[in-house]
């Protein structure tokens, strides 16, 4: 073994040790392959499934301890200092309240702007995951890459939806997992995507062409390739509704990564 190799090996024999990890620790982030999914509405080219390259996602969503500590780091996101042009006034309405932040602070964050949303997942060197990416991955069901032929599945998906947002949410580690061991993808808090707006149009079709085409599609280009997909159909309206300053008690988020950004990298 040579000096490169033997410095790379002790090091992370310390960290396992530091940590207290062992073989069966979980990794926070999981390795997603290349694959396709069924996306609600089909392009005009008439392609059913989107293609989706490799890529890492975060096993859990990010919590409230998670992103004051960020907001602690990187002040401009602090509620007392965000700008409105950032976030709306219910930006982390919950952090407003010290006494009870212990109860939630491994909850999962809400009340969080796409904007601040995605600076936390750029500070962390990874970002927002994108729409086809979540999707592909929320296809999943607990023991299948693709649950949509499972009848069942998409009813319990269905069900979850049609629920009013919980009063209490459950800590992002008791969450349950799909088959990528994935956790709280359904059921816990609508999560935010990079191009959440790669569904909308102005409605007039002038204004239509200056639209940025890798974030806008055309609705009367696209149909529906599953109408019997109704929780898509709920996270399509959601998506098409938001807006970047947006803040809700119901409305999340998790990372992502570039499989080249994840690497690992050994100093000469």
């Known amino acids: 073994m040579n000096n490169r190799h033997a410095l790379v090996y002790f090091c992370s024999a310390c960290l396992l040790l530091l940590s207290g990890a062992s073989a069966l620790a979980q990794p926070e982030m999981l390795l997603i392959p290349g694959g396709s999914y ?15 390259d490799a890529f890492e996602i975060d096993r859990y969503l990010v919590s409230n301890e998670q992103f004051k500590r960020f907001t602690l780091r990187q002040s401009r996101w602090h509620p007392d200092h965000i700008k409105t042009v950032f976030a709306d006034a219910n930006y982390l309405g919950q952090f407003r309240s010290a006494e009870s932040f212990a109860s939630i602070a491994q909850q999962p964050v809400t009340n969080v702007s796409w904007f601040a949303a995605r600076a936390y997942c750029k500070a962390e060197g990874k970002r927002l995951p994108g729409l086809d990416e979540w999707e592909y991955v929320a296809a999943a069901s607990a ?122 990298t050994v100093i000469e």
């Not at 509405?41 to 293609?51: E, G, I, P, V």
């Not at 009063?167 to 993808?185: I, K």
């Open 38 to 52: 069924q996306p609600l509405f089909k392009s005009s080219d008439s392609k059913t499934r989107a293609d989706v």
């Open 143 to 264: 023991t299948s890459a693709d649950g949509g032929d499972d009848v069942e599945y998409r009813r319990l998906i269905l069900d979850w939806y049609a629920r009013p947002a919980r009063a209490e949410l459950p800590d992002v580690r008791n969450t349950p997992a799909n088959y990528w061991q994935v956790q709280g993808l359904h059921g816990v808090v609508w999560e935010l995507v990079d191009d959440f707006n790669s569904a909308l149009v102005s409605g007039e079709s002038r204004g239509d062409t200056a639209l940025e085409k890798q974030l806008f599609c055309g609705a009367g280009a696209a149909s529906s390739a599953d109408p019997g997909d109704y929780a898509a159909f709920m996270r399509y309206a959601m998506r098409s509704s938001y807006e970047a300053s947006y803040t809700l008690e119901s409305m999340g988020f998790r990372c992502a990564r570039d499989i080249e950004q994840s690497e690992e």
